[in-house]
């Protein structure tokens, strides 16, 4: 159906007003939280309480088209990516600097309920499409795609998040970087008449959990727990619907799946056993948030979804959702910013091996900043994504900071078994430092005080590969300081 993105639609200007007028509330609302300069930038940072110092913004603002646009990036077989991200990769759409764009957004666990999560929604069938003879996207990961030398599928589920994009920022080149806005995020809507004004999502206890070689009479068993949010909002929680041991799939092309090792398997649940007495009573707060938004890094042509790294990816960390602004160091040209991974909730350290994995739709505002003028700004040595939010500053420290350059040719199998904690706090640690010495003008042993007393430091996840730690610092700590 169009959605206002489809001009072929004989109704296409109709959708296309619609769409409009929806964003032009959505933008009002914007505007009235202060959070647009008159010409379209934030002067947040006024009071040194944002990383864009007002001269930053003005110089970004000069820069900008006299008019701002808005684009809309439907996800469909023809504009996502499996599990992969690439610099070779043909953009789906082409924005300026200050431009708006809604994303939507797939979750790679819909296959575990194609009835709640797949039936009757357009894209999510084109996506997930699999028989005897095709699949709506082949390709499902960083690995080989030759039939000769994978055994699960093409790309091996070397990789495995639904990526949508890429959305190419015009002008952008290596050493600037990337502010991502997010305006708004909501959960996807059942296409299934069955399931009208509910969303759902999956949680799988898998594999790859930091808890699976820890269970108790060391029984080894994978569960996935389908879980329920409202689409309308009237409840600000998710509650499990049913949830089911997983048993040996086979696919469409006939190969079988003992364990979760393939993105996107259909589920027959004739062969499993639900459970609808699970977590009777319990209310989880939804925090929609998307697990994974990054840009291509330069150092390899196609890089596992799985560990994040210096250009953002795979950070999961449940505070990336709306109201957020994150900051990306640009590695090649264009940025080639990707959205994907969408969860309607998830807890610190994302222990089992996965949120609640649920279709999400994002707004975004882009915003370069060219490196000629990052210059004595907090972001003049930015080298890592970086998360604000109107009250917090948020470092990422991850077990190998640039994996794919720390790691040498190996890398995106090495970081499996290389990664650590203490290695994720070391580099968060040292980040936080330099950036309370750098933008705060701390001494070291000023930023180390601090940092004891006055820093969270959490455990972000532990099931990326490349594992990560988060450094929170109030804002409202420096609310004294002379600037």
């Known amino acids: 159906m169009c959605k206002g993105d489809d001009i072929s639609c004989p109704h296409f200007e109709l959708h296309y007003n619609k769409l409009k007028q929806d964003l ?7 505007l009235k939280g202060g959070l647009f300069a008159a010409s379209g930038l934030a002067t947040l940072g006024a009071g040194g309480i944002s990383l864009v110092t007002p001269a930053l913004a003005q110089a970004t603002t000069s820069k900008l088209p006299a008019q701002r646009a808005y684009h809309y990036l439907p996800a469909n077989a023809e504009t996502v990516h499996w599990g992969y991200f690439s610099k070779s990769l043909k953009p789906r759409i082409e924005v300026n600097s200050g431009d ?14 194609l009835e709640r999560m797949v039936d009757g929604d357009e894209g999510a069938e084109s996506v997930y499409l699999w028989t005897k003879e095709k699949k709506g996207v082949d390709r499902r990961g960083a690995g080989p795609t030759d039939p000769a030398k994978y055994k699960k599928g093409s790309g091996e589920g070397q990789g495995v998040h639904i990526m949508t994009g890429p959305v190419y920022v015009r002008d952008a ?17 059942s296409g299934n008449p069955k399931f009208s004004g509910k969303s759902y999502g999956s949680n799988a206890a898998a594999n ?35 949830n089911f041991q997983w048993v040996p799939q086979t696919d469409p092309f006939g190969v079988r799946h003992d364990t979760i090792d393939y993105p996107g398997v259909p589920v027959d649940h004739s062969l499993t056993k639900r459970n609808y007495d699970v977590l009777k009573g319990v209310r989880l707060p939804i925090r929609p948030h998307f697990g994974t ?4 890094p330069k ?23 709306k109201g957020a602004t994150m900051y990306y160091p640009v590695s090649v040209d264009g940025a080639l910013l990707s959205v994907g991974d969408p969860h309607a909730s998830q807890g610190d350290s994302e222990l089992c091996g996965t949120a609640i994995e649920c279709s999400l739709t994002g707004t975004f505002q882009l915003i370069l900043h060219k ?12 080298n890592y994504p970086m998360l604000e939010t109107q009250t917090d500053w948020l470092v990422h420290g991850f077990s190998y900071a640039n994996y794919l350059e720390e790691l040498g040719p190996g890398a995106q199998s090495d970081i499996y078994s290389k990664s650590s904690v ?29 940092m004891s007393i006055g820093v969270d430091f959490g455990i972000t996840q532990v099931v990326d590969g490349n594992w990560g730690v988060h450094a929170v610092v109030k804002k409202d700590i420096f609310a004294a300081r002379v600037a």
């Open 173 to 189: 080149e290596p050493g600037d970087i990337l502010e991502v806005r997010i305006l708004d995020c909501g959960p996807r809507p």
């Open 299 to 321: 150092e390899a042509d196609v890089v596992d979804t799985i560990p994040p790294s210096y250009t953002g990816g795979n950070i999961d960390n449940w505070r990336i959702g």
């Open 208 to 242: 790859w959990g930091f808890h699976y070689n820890d269970l108790l009479g060391g029984t080894k068993r994978e569960v996935v727990t389908i879980y329920e949010v409202d689409v309308a909002g009237g409840k600000s929680w998710a509650e499990a619907v049913y």
């Open 371 to 382: 490196k000629a003028d990052l210059a004595g700004t907090p972001l003049e040595e930015l």
């Open 422 to 450: 203490d290695r994720a706090l070391r580099d968060a640690f040292r980040k936080m430092r330099h950036f309370l010495m750098t933008t705060k003008g701390l001494t070291e042993d000023e930023a180390i005080s601090l």
């Open 24 to 30: 032009n509330a959505e933008r009002r609302g914007f």
């Open 293 to 296: 938004i990054g840009l291509a």
């Open 100 to 113: 708006i764009v809604t994303i939507e957004s797939l979750t790679h666990h819909a296959g575990d309920d």
